[in-house]
């Protein structure tokens, strides 16, 4: 062969190659980030309008459907989902996934920027961004007062926080944002009172005009004279907070109103919409998120880096700070764990090498190609811009095994050569030539798999794309190395245990560990005499051998049916969270006690001692772009070492707090992606009455079902709400507009900002906001006496207050705290966590149910109800995971026919393809594990794998039969005897590269063990099989002819018979 020639000639070029390929894996390795995951763009467009004061059913109407509708032609739209809530409303656009996300963002600017016109002219500018898990925040810090300033106020805690800690954290390269969660904020309060008001004939509008022209700088132009230029500024700003007392509002009988008249002027702070808990205290809190496109754990040092550095100016204000949640931290544990699953499978490869070489130069010529191939890989994730994540690191450890079995077919090959009598460049030579075309189309049946596996479709193709790269590279390289450096050192540093009586001369003097090997040769011996045995046995009694073939397929395909079927593998990542909601209308001081009830049941144990298993927890009410006071999270981080699996503990407290009540509560995994919860039933209708109807029918079906638990329904009872129903006609005959009415009442009730306050020691500005008192603002009757102004006169000329009674009906109802949508219908989304059973056992029985309960007529006309989620994803990727495995099935035979020139031959070698399903299928049923991404990854992986082992046999019985002109039996006979030790060092080696994944010690390990559970159990009953199936189905179909098929059909030929 032209390299390995090239190689033996040239041993310098050859080394040189190889330290370049390492060099520049090493300084490519330098450059690369730490992540959980690729990098993705994930075609997802947000549009978020701020709507002050505006209800839910007002947002709805006035601003979400009408950014539906404009943004519903845009090209390429998958769905369209949105929320309405108060004061807020997201339209959440999702594309195909081949759209190019840019030109997607574009295009929906440009359609809301059409309508703009036609939203409420009170809007905020509408938010247009692309979607992205860096939204979602990696960092969590607390901040507390030390043990010296127990007594400092909430106000200033925050006041830390806010203005000296997150605005140097926001500074820091890679964060996006930092935001501050349960604060105090300060806030100058103008609580106006309507009785003194009224009294003084001055309104609202009167009051809020006054505050906002007399508190401002106001620029009046410039000086000039001959030699410079003076600007002239008029500043009316409050240089304290009495300053605000004596703004003039009005005046009465000619004299001047001043505020202190009229409303009591409070230094206090903003309603808190948020609350932040560190085990059982009130804390303030810094939520961190990362740049899009950023990297975790390289923010998350920075961060850390910082905050050491601030450390001594923090003192000096009186406080420190806690980390209460990282994400970073298990990305760094489960990157250290795969490396350390990587060395070791290294290790255990080459022990089980040497063991099968018996020589530790040849074991050491052998190894060399896992770091050349390792190490290259780097350059090429590097140029790729690829990240070491869960999926690239995935890839290496998988390939650990594969690496090396080039090498180990050539350098076993050179070495029987060599035990000849062969010269050593001769050995190496001829060894390799010999042995290149089957380990050419081994490695190239390995790169036709992982061709279709980095192109899949859908979004799990685009998290795959690396992993498929990154295996196909390190493979590629190792064949280059097979048929270069093996060869060379072969050639150049000759083994001597291998040449011709050197083991008779020197068995005597072994010691212990190479008595070892002798021992495990002699076994290896015995096992080819064994084999010859039973495939002698096998080429006459070949209708046996085939029937035990298709049995085991049998089996597998009956056995699979038990595994049932998740999207990811369930793990243990040492955290859960708890999702709560309380009852809609419940103020954020009932949401709190809730938070704190649970939060005692998890840091105690069920007889009311601490748990040792839980570390700390943390909790956040009312944080993310739609959370409401209602709604919280508790993070629960638990102990390291001796505890018990997470599972156990989740479902103890789940037990627990169903006797809780009028509380919801949820137990989920920690997701990066926010979508924790893997069971979600959109309920959509055109018509709100009509869906409103369905929705108790599918929860109580879902309750129903085994497996499901945590079932929450996006809808709640409704809110408490004072309806202010204007009278149009009264309101008309009275000189009032609706418009006038609605400008008053949200001011009083909710406040407005109508000023800022600069204060003088610090520089930083405060809002002045007008408002009711906050007794005055939790009684109705303060609004119905309140006046508002008329266009009509009295006899002065003055315009005529109106009281609202005289204008308003004052209603108590009930309305929704938060309205939803999808693929412009009305939509209530139930969710729900799976326990005990897998996801597509549950989400058939919710079918079944759902089908029952439409062929009945239980379900309301024009209801729609539809999975979405992990429940949508994991049909989505079982159909492109078996469009995936059918391409990779079709590139294995492409490069197997061209190979070997026949269009018959592939199929007796791709034969052990099904052969190594009952492998795979037990031994996914014997670990427990479900069919997966993880699982359906696995099995491509192994349709390249087992191939390998057939190539080896069938290309040395064809040498046999073409160049020794042995008869068919004859051949496959000697191919399987000669073949036995390499087919069983590459998969002994195969199975101890995957060994540290299959046996899940480490962080995060449980996700990634299944893949290689499969590819091991597929491994090992595929050599089994393939050793004795392989042959007999090869003599079965060589002998094979249309004609011999005719009459053996007429019955004129004895199936014997050739």
């Keep these: 062969m032209f390299l390995s020639d090239l190689s033996i000639k040239r041993p310098v070029l050859t080394t040189c190659v190889m330290l370049a390929l390492v060099v520049l894996g090493l300084f490519s390795i330098k450059g690369l980030g730490l992540d959980s995951f690729p990098k993705v763009d994930i075609p997802v467009v947000t549009v978020s309008v701020v709507y002050p004061g505006a209800s839910p059913d007002a947002v709805e109407q006035d601003v979400v459907k009408k950014i539906e509708e404009a943004v519903n032609p845009v090209e390429k739209v998958r769905e369209i989902s949105s929320t309405s809530q108060d004061g807020l409303g997201t339209v959440t ?12 963002l574009d295009d929906v600017r440009s359609k809301v920027g059409q309508i703009r016109r036609n939203l409420p002219d009170t809007i905020k500018e509408p938010i247009i961004q692309k979607f992205d898990p860096a939204q979602l925040p990696v960092l969590s810090l607390v901040v507390r007062p030390l043990d010296t300033h127990k007594d400092m106020s909430p106000r200033e805690l925050t006041r830390i926080a806010d203005e000296f800690l997150k605005r140097r954290i926001e500074n820091i390269p890679g964060v996006g944002k930092a935001e501050v969660v349960g604060g105090s904020t300060r806030n100058i309060l103008v609580n106006v009172d309507p009785q003194r008001l009224e009294a003084l004939g001055l309104t609202l509008p009167q009051v809020m005009g006054a505050l906002g022209q007399d508190t401002m700088a106001i620029p009046s132009g ?14 009316a700003k409050a240089r304290k907070v009495e300053d605000f007392a004596h703004v003039v509002v009005g005046n009465r009988q000619g004299r001047p109103v001043e505020l202190q008249e009229v409303a009591r002027i409070v230094d206090g702070i903003k309603e808190k919409r948020s609350l932040a808990r560190m085990d059982g205290v009130d804390a303030v809190a810094l939520e961190i998120q990362k740049q899009i496109g950023g990297n975790t754990v390289a923010m998350v040092q920075r ?28 990305i760094v544990d489960s990157v250290d764990d ?73 350098r076993e090959n050179i070495t029987r050569h060599a035990e000849m009598g062969k010269d050593h460049v001769t050995a190496a030579r001829e ?70 009586g050197y083991q008779e001369s020197h068995h005597g003097h072994r010691r212990f560990i190479m008595r070892t090997v002798d021992w495990f040769n002699d076994r290896l011996d015995g096992w080819e005499q064994s084999y010859k045995k039973g495939i002698e046995w096998a080429m006459t009694h070949r209708a046996a051998v085939m029937g035990v073939g298709l049995g085991s397929f049998v089996l597998a395909m009956s056995l699979s049916g038990m595994l049932g079927g998740d999207f990811m593998p369930d793990y243990d990542r040492g955290d859960f969270q708890v999702g709560f909601k309380v009852e809609a209308g419940a103020s954020l001081e009932a949401a709190k006690a809730k938070a704190a009830q649970l939060e005692t049941m998890i840091r105690t144990t069920p007889d009311g001692q601490p748990s040792r298993e839980v570390e700390h927890v943390y909790t956040t009410i009312g944080t993310g772009l739609n959370g409401t006071i209602t709604e919280g999270t508790i993070y629960v981080k638990l102990t390291e070492g001796h505890r018990r699996d997470m599972k156990f503990i989740r479902r103890e407290l789940r037990d627990r707090f169903r006797a809780m009540p009028g509380v919801e509560t949820d137990i989920s995994a920690v997701s990066d992606f926010g979508d924790s919860k893997p069971i979600a039933l959109a309920v959509m209708s055109p018509d709100r009455r009509t869906m409103e109807k369905a929705e108790p029918l599918v929860l109580d079906m879902l309750k129903g079902i085994d497996g499901i638990v945590d079932v929450t329904s996006s809808r709640d009872k409704g809110k408490p709400e004072l309806r202010l129903a204007v009278d149009r006609r009264q309101a008309s005959d009275l000189g009032v507009s609706p418009y006038t009415v609605a400008s008053l009442v949200r001011p009083l009730v909710d406040g407005t900002d109508v000023a800022k306050y600069e204060d003088p020691a610090s520089g930083e500005q405060y809002d002045v906001t007008v408002r009711l008192s906050d007794p005055d603002r939790s009684r109705g009757d303060q609004l119905e006496v309140m006046t508002v102004g008329s266009t009509k006169k009295d006899k002065a000329g003055n315009n005529l207050q109106v009281k609202l009674s005289n204008v308003a009906r004052f209603e108590e109802t009930t309305a929704p705290s938060k309205l939803q949508r999808r693929a412009l219908q009305a939509q209530i989304l139930i969710t729900a966590n799976k326990e005990g059973r897998t996801l597509n056992e549950v989400v058939a029985d919710a079918n079944q149910r759902l089908a029952q309960m439409k062929k009945a007529g239980q379900l309301p006309e024009g209801v729609d109800v539809v999975f979405t989620g992990s429940a949508r994803n994991n049909k989505e990727t079982a159909g492109y995971m078996g469009t995936a495995l059918l391409m990779a099935v079709c590139f294995i035979y492409f490069v197997l026919a061209s190979q070997f020139e026949s269009f018959k031959l592939p199929i007796t070698i791709m034969l052990s393809l099904p052969l190594s399903m009952v492998g795979m299928v037990v031994m996914l049923l014997i670990t427990g594990d479900a069919n997966s991404m993880m699982t359906s990854i696995g099995l491509i992986l192994l349709m390249g794998l087992v191939t390998k082992n057939a190539i080896l046999l069938v290309d040395r019985a064809l040498q046999n039969m073409r160049e020794h002109g042995m008869d068919r039996k004859a051949a496959l006979i000697e191919a399987g005897t000669t073949r036995l030790r390499p087919i069983l060092m590459t998969s002994f080696a195969m199975i101890g590269g995957m060994l540290p994944l299959f046996l899940a010690l480490g962080a995060g390990a449980q996700m990634r063990a299944p893949m290689a559970r499969a590819v091991v159990g597929g491994i090992i009953t595929s050599t089994l099989l393939t050793l004795i ?25 004895k199936p014997t018979d050739k």
């Design 303 to 330: 961060v850390d880096a910082a905050v050491k550095a601030l450390q001594p100016e923090l003192a000096r204000l009186g406080v420190t700070t806690v980390k209460a949640k990282d994400n970073s931290k298990f």
């Design 1029 to 1053: 199936v392989i042959p007999v189905f090869f003599d079965l179909l060589d002998g094979f002819s249309w004609a011999k098929a005719w009459a053996w059909a007429k019955g004129r030929l």
């Design 222 to 235: 410039n000086l000039l004279t001959p030699t410079r230029e003076i600007s002239v500024r008029v500043d």
């Design 431 to 500: 060894g390799t030539a010999e042995i290149g075309p089957a380990v050419i189309a081994t490695t190239l049946s390995i790169l036709a798999v992982f061709v279709p596996v980095a192109f899949m479709g859908g979004i799990v193709g685009r998290f795959f794309f690396s992993f498929g790269i990154t295996v196909a590279f390190a493979v590629a390289v190792s064949l280059f190395v097979s048929f270069t450096l093996d060869p060379m050192l072969s050639a150049v540093w000759p083994d001597p245990e291998h040449e011709k």
């Design 338 to 410: 795969v490396e350390v699953s990587i060395i070791l499978g290294g290790l255990l490869t080459v022990v089980i090498v040497f063991y099968f070489l018996k020589s530790w130069r040849s074991t050491i010529i052998t190894s060399l190609t896992l770091p050349v191939s390792v190490i290259s890989t780097f350059t090429i994730m590097k140029g790729l811009d690829f990240t070491l994540n869960t999926m690239t690191l995935m890839a290496i450890s998988l390939a650990i095994g594969i690496l090396i079995d080039d090498a180990i077919v050539v």
């Design 93 to 104: 656009i999702e594309f195909e996934i081949e759209r190019d996300l840019d030109k997607a």
